[in-house]
């Protein structure tokens, strides 16, 4: 059986010329980039010449470039980092109700350390309105934080917006950007954002690496603490092949990125006509423009997306219900309650993320067989029959 993968939201396989640029730094270029020796100084030369390309895919300066261990690394180092360096100044962070828990988590713990965040609320479609948060900035605030696209709906936030009015108003403005970077343009200037976050293996790098984005001349904290690495920033070893990898990654979207995206987002609207004519009581979650190229999310009523997701699975079909984050718990995900979406509902999600090797016959196959499995499923649901 042909196996369909539709969840590169959650991760994307490696590119195999990304595995092609990061093989020898695993065995014949192992150097430490911190030795002075040749075979550090190679080693240094690999990671540099990663962070020149990530920098300009960005369009940021190299030396505003930290390597992390990924996008939950980068976005605590962000909320800590600017909190420890700030704390003095205010004590008011302003996020959204419907970001990763890679922001919501550092979020929680800072407030049992005193900190006030303001959680905002979105619209039906997701988003965010920059008037509010404009609203809610006040002498105390040191941070904004506001996810460029959400994982789980796909929309995509008025990220330049609010980063002209945190730049008026002289506030500091972190932006996750794990599922955009490598998808559509992303620009740290054109959005106005002084840090930013993303992870490689989103956009067909490795795990376990990714970046910080700090704009010269922010105050923040280090993270982790040890040598000197990255600037003094980021203490540990430099995952030189993994840096390597995102290196290359980000090279081969900058290549590829805006025909990728023509060419997903085309399937993507396929896959929402085609599900919502075919099956009744389903409904799209998300902006219906404003959203990522490659995201699909939809609710259907009577369902638990767990079973959905077991009969695609067994039709080889790989999806999501919810984040991958999420799906192991049972409550139900709280980006689809903070749109609105009713309990009973938002159990009954299923997402469908594409990517670089998704077909035009891998959507077409997903409209045939869906409708057959919720019609079965339906008939099974009591809550179903007495309607
Ligand atoms: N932020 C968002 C929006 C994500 O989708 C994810 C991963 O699903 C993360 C952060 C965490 O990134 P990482 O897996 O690199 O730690």
């Excluded at 999501?320 to 049972?330: E, R, Y």
Aim: hydrophobic share 40%.
């Amino acid at each position: 059986m042909e196996r369909i993968y539709l969840d590169y939201a959650a991760t994307a396989p490696c590119d195999p010329l990304v595995l092609e640029a990061m093989k020898p730094y695993f065995s014949e270029k192992f150097g430490n980039p911190s030795s002075i020796h040749s075979f550090g100084q190679e080693a240094k030369k690999a990671t540099e010449d990663s962070r020149l390309i990530l920098a300009d895919f960005l369009g940021a300066k190299p030396e505003e470039i930290v390597f992390t261990s990924g996008g939950t690394e980068s976005s605590n180092f962000a909320l800590f980092g600017m909190f420890g360096a700030l704390e003095k100044k205010g004590n008011h962070i302003i996020t959204s109700s419907i970001e990763h828990h890679a922001i919501s988590e550092p979020c929680k713990i800072l407030e049992k350390r005193g900190c006030a965040v303001t959680y905002l609320k979105v619209d039906k479609n997701g988003l965010v309105d920059p008037r509010e948060v404009l609203k809610s900035i006040t002498e105390k605030t040191i941070l904004i934080s506001i996810m460029h696209a959400n994982n789980e709906i796909g929309v995509i936030e008025p990220i330049a917006e609010i980063g002209k009015i945190a730049k008026e108003k002289a506030v500091a403005f972190h932006t996750d950007a794990v599922q955009t970077v490598g998808h559509i343009p992303v620009n740290v200037n054109d959005l106005n954002v002084d840090l930013l976050s993303l992870s490689a293996h989103k956009f067909y790098g490795p795990k376990g690496v990714g970046a910080l984005y700090i704009r010269k001349g922010t105050r923040i904290n280090k993270f982790l603490h040890g040598g000197d690495q990255e600037r003094g920033l980021r203490a540990s070893t430099s995952n030189v092949s993994g840096i390597v990898g995102l290196g290359k990654a980000a090279a081969l979207c900058k290549e590829k990125m805006a025909q990728e995206a023509e060419f997903q987002s085309g399937l993507r609207d396929v896959l929402i006509k085609g599900l919502l004519a075919r099956i009744e009581k389903s409904y799209l979650n998300g902006h219906p423009s404003l959203r990522l190229p490659n995201n699909v999310n939809i609710s259907l009523e009577y369902i638990e997306g767990e079973s959905m997701l077991l009969h695609l699975d067994m039709l080889g079909i790989a999806a999501s219900t919810g984040s991958a984050c999420t799906s192991s718990s049972l409550e139900p995900s709280h980006v689809l309650l903070a749109i609105g979406l009713p309990h009973e509902i938002a159990h009954g999600s299923l997402r469908f993320t594409l990517g670089r090797w998704t077909k035009k016959s891998d959507i077409d196959y997903l409209i045939e067989v869906l409708p057959g499995i919720i019609d079965r499923l339906r008939k099974m649901s009591p809550l179903y029959e007495k309607k």
